[in-house]
């Protein structure tokens, strides 16, 4: 099997900046790059391969093409490619948001839900985001928040800083505040319900869409509950998320193996290194802002350099 780095798609959002052009590599026309899909198989921005045998098709495509076990078993048969990762570059304020779980996302909308989680690449000074309420609010105060504009008040915000972790179950109410950069692991959905944006308007005078009544009815109005998952920074019945930080000279060899139950996803957040797999010989340079891909079955795996990393598999 094949080491595959990927070439992101990009959208150009409204409240999105320049920073993953202009630091993390990422290839744009766009002015903006507030989102690059690093490890896309949604048909709203498939990720490409841009080496090997499989150069210039999507990662759908390749893995098409290597069979149903470049995936592995933990990803049920025939079904759609699990998990979506993103860089995100917040200039401004996202929208006040909410993603529903599979049971109500595959009645309504025909797609995953979204269990997601953050982990926190930069963040401005006095930078924080919302991360659901600050107390148990009921249904009628929610709608008449909504309505009134005057639900910011009772969100929880929170400042963060870089490093930071936030594990984002469906019904959490939330959004990214402007300054900060994040890398986003989650389920394979676009599925999004907004709340409230600031009244703002597009490049064409107009308000972005409200999703009301879906977000009434898929958000949780409680407290968030801290979640520990030691020694992961994520885990849950979607994916696993780990960190490599190799510093290039006490700690500069790092490695495992990817069995045939998961493929693994390296996205690169930091240094430069190598990885490769000492079984076949095959080594691929690595630098912050790669994204690459090791199908199931690929055996050991080495890494080395200074190099930071967030490894995710099923």
């Known amino acids: 099997m094949p080491i595959l780095k990927m070439k992101p798609a990009v959208k150009d959002y409204l409240w999105g900046g320049d920073r993953l052009k202009k630091e993390w590599h990422i290839e744009t026309d766009t002015e903006i790059a507030a989102e690059a899909w690093m490890l896309s198989c949604h048909p709203d921005g498939p990720s490409r391969v841009v080496n090997g045998e499989y150069a210039g098709r999507t990662l759908a495509e390749a893995i098409a093409a290597m069979g149903p076990t470049a995936v592995g078993k933990n990803v049920p048969a025939g ?9 995100i570059d917040a200039r401004d304020n996202l929208s006040i948001q909410v993603h529903p779980d599979d049971a109500y996302a595959g009645e309504h909308e025909g797609q995953f839900g979204k269990t997601e989680m953050w982990f926190i690449l ?10 659901g309420f ?20 009772v969100l929880n915000a929170v400042p963060v800083k870089k490093g930071d972790v936030f594990f984002i179950p469906p019904g959490t109410l939330h959004a990214i505040g402007r300054g900060i950069l994040i890398a986003e ?16 308007r597009d490049a064409q005078g107009n308000a972005r869409q409200l999703h009301i009544e879906q977000a009434l009815a898929v958000t949780q109005r409680t407290k968030p509950v801290p979640q520990s998952f030691d020694p992961h920074i994520a885990d849950c019945a979607y994916f696993t998320v780990d960190r490599i930080t190799l510093n290039g000279a ?11 139950h998961s ?35 690929s055996g050991a795996w080495e890494m080395t350099g200074s190099v930071d990393a967030l ?3 099923i």
């Not at 930069?122 to 991360?131: K, M, S, V």
């Not at 692991?185 to 703002?200: E, G, H, L």
């Not at 006490?250 to 045939?260: E, I, K, M, P």
């Open 79 to 87: 079904g759609d490619f699990p998990i979506l990762i993103k860089l």
């Open 263 to 297: 493929f693994l996803s390296v996205l690169v957040i930091g240094g430069d290194g190598e990885i490769g797999l000492p079984g076949t010989g095959e080594l691929m340079k690595i630098t912050r802002g790669d994204s690459v891909f090791l199908p199931a079955g």
């Open 185 to 200: 692991i989650q389920q394979s959905s676009n599925v999004t319900y907004r709340v409230y944006d600031y009244d703002r």
């Open 122 to 131: 930069d963040a401005e000074p006095g930078a924080f985001l919302y991360y």
């Open 134 to 153: 600050r107390e148990e609010i009921s249904a009628t105060e929610f709608r008449e928040r909504i309505r009134d504009n005057t639900l910011l008040p």
């Open 311 to 313: 490894l995710t598999r």
């Open 250 to 260: 006490a700690v500069d060899r790092a490695g495992g193996t990817v069995d045939d």
